[in-house]
């Protein structure tokens, strides 16, 4: 299971240790560039929505805000896991990488 997780959290420098993993050559499809991070629109545009909800709960709800950063990391990371997002650090281009699931 922590394999798998791993897996889908490596970066351009795979850190999951596995041979056969495809996210190890990621390049830019625009200027082939290996430079890239996760990252994109839809992510600031979760991270914006996570910090004005948070504040919202814990000012107005008075929830405590502990349990809020909680859940605010745990959905940071589903939504990583779920918009799989590239940005290229040279040209800023931004997509989706393929995976070849064999």
Not at 32 to 53: K, N
Request: include cysteine; glycine fraction near 8%; aromatic fraction near 4%.
């Amino acid at each position: 299971m922590l394999r798998l997780i791993l897996r889908d959290l490596c970066g351009s420098l795979c850190l999951c240790g596995e041979s056969g993993c495809d996210m190890k050559g990621v390049t830019c499809p625009n200027c082939h560039s290996d430079r890239s991070r996760r990252g994109g629109r839809r992510i600031w545009t979760v991270y914006v929505a996570l910090i004005a909800a948070a504040i919202l709960a814990v000012l107005i709800a008075r929830l405590h805000a502990g349990l809020v950063a909680g859940i605010v990391l745990a959905v940071i990371v589903f939504a990583h896991l779920v918009f799989d997002e590239r940005v290229c650090l040279d040209c800023g281009a931004q997509w989706r990488p393929r995976r070849d699931d064999n």
